[in-house]
Protein backbone atom coordinates (compact mmCIF):
# COMPACT_ATOMS: atom_id res chain seq x y z
CA UNK A 1 0.00 0.00 0.00
CA UNK A 2 1.28 3.16 -0.61
CA UNK A 3 2.31 5.89 2.03
CA UNK A 4 2.09 9.33 -0.07
CA UNK A 5 -0.39 11.81 -0.77
CA UNK A 6 -2.11 11.09 -4.05
CA UNK A 7 -2.93 14.69 -4.34
CA UNK A 8 1.13 15.06 -4.86
CA UNK A 9 0.99 12.57 -7.84
CA UNK A 10 -2.23 13.89 -9.42
CA UNK A 11 -0.09 17.51 -9.64
CA UNK A 12 3.11 15.53 -11.00
CA UNK A 13 1.27 13.77 -13.81
CA UNK A 14 -0.65 16.99 -14.45
CA UNK A 15 3.00 18.63 -14.70
CA UNK A 16 4.52 16.04 -16.97
CA UNK A 17 1.53 16.11 -19.55
CA UNK A 18 1.60 20.39 -19.29
CA UNK A 19 5.75 19.25 -20.21
CA UNK A 20 4.74 16.98 -22.52
CA UNK A 21 2.33 19.33 -24.55
CA UNK A 22 4.83 22.33 -24.22
CA UNK A 23 7.79 20.77 -25.39
CA UNK A 24 5.88 18.77 -28.41
CA UNK A 25 6.83 15.36 -27.54
CA UNK A 26 4.78 12.35 -28.30
CA UNK A 27 6.14 10.12 -24.94
CA UNK A 28 7.11 10.57 -21.53
CA UNK A 29 7.99 7.80 -18.83
CA UNK A 30 9.25 8.45 -15.35
CA UNK A 31 9.74 6.37 -12.39
CA UNK A 32 9.47 8.26 -9.03
CA UNK A 33 10.99 6.31 -5.96
CA UNK A 34 9.17 6.94 -2.66
CA UNK A 35 11.09 4.31 -0.41
CA UNK A 36 10.92 0.78 -0.25
CA UNK A 37 7.99 -0.42 -1.91
CA UNK A 38 7.05 2.35 -2.97
CA UNK A 39 7.14 4.09 -6.29
CA UNK A 40 4.86 5.65 -9.00
CA UNK A 41 5.55 4.79 -12.50
CA UNK A 42 3.82 7.00 -14.67
CA UNK A 43 3.87 6.89 -18.90
CA UNK A 44 2.19 9.63 -20.81
CA UNK A 45 1.55 9.33 -24.55
CA UNK A 46 0.17 11.71 -27.07
CA UNK A 47 -2.26 9.90 -29.30
CA UNK A 48 -1.16 10.12 -33.23
CA UNK A 49 -3.66 11.93 -34.91
CA UNK A 50 -3.87 9.40 -38.14
CA UNK A 51 -5.06 11.37 -41.68
CA UNK A 52 -5.96 8.58 -44.49
CA UNK A 53 -4.59 9.31 -47.94
CA UNK A 54 -7.23 9.22 -50.36
CA UNK A 55 -6.36 5.76 -52.48
CA UNK A 56 -4.40 5.69 -55.42
CA UNK A 57 -7.16 5.32 -57.56
CA UNK A 58 -8.13 8.91 -57.58
CA UNK A 59 -6.48 11.30 -60.02
CA UNK A 60 -4.09 13.64 -59.03
CA UNK A 61 -4.60 17.40 -59.17
CA UNK A 62 -4.01 19.87 -62.02
CA UNK A 63 -0.33 21.54 -61.77
CA UNK A 64 -2.45 24.70 -62.28
CA UNK A 65 -3.99 24.35 -58.93
CA UNK A 66 -3.28 26.19 -56.06
CA UNK A 67 -0.97 24.08 -53.59
CA UNK A 68 -3.28 25.54 -50.44
CA UNK A 69 -5.90 22.79 -49.55
CA UNK A 70 -8.62 24.50 -48.05
CA UNK A 71 -10.24 22.23 -44.74
CA UNK A 72 -13.42 21.84 -46.93
CA UNK A 73 -11.88 19.82 -49.53
CA UNK A 74 -9.57 18.10 -47.21
CA UNK A 75 -12.17 16.77 -45.80
CA UNK A 76 -13.94 15.98 -49.05
CA UNK A 77 -10.70 13.97 -49.94
CA UNK A 78 -10.94 12.06 -46.92
CA UNK A 79 -13.52 9.46 -46.43
CA UNK A 80 -16.26 10.77 -43.97
CA UNK A 81 -17.09 7.16 -42.44
CA UNK A 82 -15.40 6.61 -38.89
CA UNK A 83 -13.07 3.51 -39.61
CA UNK A 84 -13.58 2.35 -35.95
CA UNK A 85 -16.82 1.38 -37.41
CA UNK A 86 -16.01 -0.47 -40.64
CA UNK A 87 -16.96 -4.15 -40.68
CA UNK A 88 -13.09 -5.06 -41.92
CA UNK A 89 -11.16 -2.86 -38.82
CA UNK A 90 -8.34 -4.27 -37.42
CA UNK A 91 -9.00 -2.63 -33.83
CA UNK A 92 -5.81 -2.36 -31.39
CA UNK A 93 -6.20 -5.42 -28.84
CA UNK A 94 -3.61 -3.02 -26.53
CA UNK A 95 -1.88 -0.05 -25.67
CA UNK A 96 1.65 0.28 -27.15
CA UNK A 97 4.01 1.43 -30.49
CA UNK A 98 3.09 -0.22 -33.97
CA UNK A 99 5.88 -1.48 -35.63
CA UNK A 100 4.97 -2.30 -39.09
CA UNK A 101 7.83 -4.62 -39.96
CA UNK A 102 10.39 -6.77 -37.73
CA UNK A 103 12.77 -4.57 -37.95
CA UNK A 104 14.19 -0.97 -38.87
CA UNK A 105 14.73 -1.09 -42.42
CA UNK A 106 12.98 -4.63 -43.04
CA UNK A 107 10.17 -5.16 -45.04
CA UNK A 108 7.04 -4.19 -43.74
CA UNK A 109 4.94 -7.43 -42.77
CA UNK A 110 1.66 -6.38 -45.23
CA UNK A 111 0.73 -3.13 -47.76
CA UNK A 112 -1.96 -2.12 -49.74
CA UNK A 113 -3.69 -4.64 -51.55
CA UNK A 114 -1.73 -8.03 -50.09
CA UNK A 115 -3.27 -10.84 -49.49
CA UNK A 116 -3.94 -12.13 -46.36
CA UNK A 117 -4.59 -14.91 -44.42
CA UNK A 118 -6.20 -15.29 -41.32
CA UNK A 119 -3.82 -15.91 -38.48
CA UNK A 120 -0.96 -14.11 -40.62
CA UNK A 121 0.85 -11.18 -38.84
CA UNK A 122 -0.11 -8.40 -39.88
CA UNK A 123 2.04 -5.75 -37.50
CA UNK A 124 3.64 -5.86 -34.12
CA UNK A 125 2.32 -3.62 -31.06
CA UNK A 126 5.23 -3.37 -28.62
CA UNK A 127 3.74 -2.68 -24.92
CA UNK A 128 6.17 -3.19 -21.81
CA UNK A 129 8.94 -4.13 -24.19
CA UNK A 130 7.36 -7.22 -25.65
CA UNK A 131 6.52 -7.46 -28.82
CA UNK A 132 3.39 -8.47 -29.66
CA UNK A 133 2.47 -10.24 -33.21
CA UNK A 134 -1.10 -8.69 -34.27
CA UNK A 135 -2.61 -11.56 -36.46
CA UNK A 136 -5.24 -10.73 -39.28
CA UNK A 137 -8.84 -11.87 -37.95
CA UNK A 138 -10.07 -13.69 -41.26
CA UNK A 139 -8.69 -14.01 -44.75
CA UNK A 140 -9.12 -10.93 -47.25
CA UNK A 141 -7.30 -7.99 -48.96
CA UNK A 142 -5.21 -5.16 -47.04
CA UNK A 143 -7.99 -2.11 -48.00
CA UNK A 144 -5.97 0.49 -45.83
CA UNK A 145 -3.14 1.21 -43.35
CA UNK A 146 -4.37 3.33 -40.66
CA UNK A 147 -1.22 3.85 -38.60
CA UNK A 148 2.47 4.69 -39.25
CA UNK A 149 5.59 3.01 -38.38
CA UNK A 150 6.41 3.62 -34.41
CA UNK A 151 3.14 5.49 -33.76
CA UNK A 152 1.79 4.97 -30.25
CA UNK A 153 -1.93 3.58 -30.46
CA UNK A 154 -4.83 2.96 -27.64
CA UNK A 155 -6.86 -0.35 -26.94
CA UNK A 156 -9.40 -0.34 -29.82
CA UNK A 157 -7.62 2.61 -32.04
CA UNK A 158 -8.41 0.92 -35.70
CA UNK A 159 -5.16 -0.24 -37.23
CA UNK A 160 -6.18 -1.42 -40.61
CA UNK A 161 -9.17 -2.45 -42.62
CA UNK A 162 -9.01 -6.21 -44.02
CA UNK A 163 -12.08 -7.16 -46.81
Known amino acids: ?18 LLHKNDLTELSVMREYGEDDSLEVRVV ?11 SYAPAPAAVSTAVPAAALAAAVPSADPASHPGAVPSPMVGTVYLAAEP ?3 PF ?6 VKEGQT ?3 IEAMKT ?10 TVKRILVDDGTPV ?6 MIVE
Open 46 to 56: KQATVIAAAPA
Open 131 to 140: MNHIPAPKTG
Open 154 to 159: EYGTPL
Open 122 to 124: LLI
Open 105 to 107: GAE
Open 110 to 115: VAIGAQ
Open 1 to 18: MTKHNHENDVAFIQALAE
